[in-house]
């Protein structure tokens, strides 16, 4: 796996369809294909963020 220190999580905006299709595991997916990618990650994101932000709520309130 890659050096993870190196991650800059600073990104404003939505990875492009383009992006998606310039993986080699996503090269041969039509653009609806790829705008479901994007919508995805986008979803699995905001569950990943919420259960944190929870868990932490729940720490601060022991």
Do not use: G, Y
């Not at 039509?30 to 932000?53: G, Q, Y």
């Amino acid at each position: 796996m890659e050096n993870l220190n190196n991650l800059n999580f600073s990104r404003l905006n939505d990875i492009t369809i383009q992006e998606v299709k310039a993986l080699p595991m996503f090269k041969h997916f039509s653009d609806s294909e790829a705008e479901e990618v994007i919508r995805t990650l986008k979803r699995f994101s905001e569950i990943i963020v919420k259960d944190h932000l929870n868990k932490e709520n729940r720490d601060i309130e022991r």
